[in-house]
Structure formats: structure tokens, C-alpha cells
């Protein structure tokens, strides 16, 4: 069983991730991570959802940036969303995963900032202790 499950759209969102990984790794938190498209291997993302053991997601993706909502839509589980910068400075990226509708709601922290997703599941997953 992993805490965090960090799942990137694609391998250029590795420098993100990295953020998360350096953040987990100095709390103690264990994770797995995964690239999986949510446009190119849709049949993927929906497999290792659903037999995922973790207790958060965090999804780091750029451009449309649906990654974030579509695990959203698989799992009662908190999300995470970190937008990754590209065309738009991250700005098309953040809009796409703060639109949520309503009954999926994923968290959302500002553009590239990794640790921020990291420190926000660190608090989720803290949330019973205090």
C-alpha cells in the first residue's frame, strides 16, 4: 500500500514531479508513480485507478490538462491537480482543472508547484491524526 499515487499525462511533466518526489520523500510518505495519458491510454489510467491502493492522487499535467479531473471521475479518493506551464504560462492548464463540474472536485495548486501538492496530500492524509 502506497500514501500517494503521482500520476503525470506526459514524461515532459517529469520536472514537476520531481518536486513532488523530493517533498514526499523528506516527509516520509511513500508513493508510486506513473505516466499515463489520459488522451493516448485512456484504458491504462482507468486499470490503475481503480486498482491503485493509494489514499491520494496527485495529477501533474499541462495543455488541456484533464488528467486531474478524469482521475477524479474514477475515484472517491482526493485528487490533486498541479498545472504544468506551456503555451498559455500554465494559465490554460490551471483553468482546465479548477473548472471542475460539480460532483468531481479535484484540489488545484498554482502552476509548476509540485510541493505544494505534495504538502496539501501530506495534510490529507494527516487529517484523522490531529
Request: glycine content about 10%; proline content about 5%; some cysteine.
Amino acid at each position: 500500500m502506497v500514501d500517494v499515487a503521482v500520476i503525470c499525462g506526459s514524461a515532459s511533466d517529469g520536472p514537476v514531479a520531481e518536486k513532488v518526489f523530493a517533498t514526499l520523500k523528506e516527509h516520509g510518505v511513500s508513493y508510486d508513480y506513473r505516466v499515463i495519458s489520459a488522451h493516448r491510454d485512456p484504458d491504462k489510467l482507468d486499470e490503475y485507478v481503480k486498482g491503485s491502493t493509494a489514499r491520494v492522487f496527485i495529477a501533474v499535467a499541462g495543455l488541456s490538462a484533464a488528467l486531474p479531473g478524469v482521475v477524479a471521475s474514477k475515484t472517491e479518493r482526493p485528487v490533486i491537480g498541479v498545472p504544468v506551464s506551456g503555451k498559455l504560462m500554465g494559465f490554460d492548464a490551471l483553468l482546465s482543472i479548477v473548472q471542475m463540474p460539480r460532483g468531481v472536485p479535484v484540489a488545484c495548486v498554482g502552476v509548476d508547484n509540485g510541493e505544494n501538492a505534495a504538502f496539501l496530500a501530506i495534510r490529507i492524509l494527516g487529517a484523522g491524526r490531529a
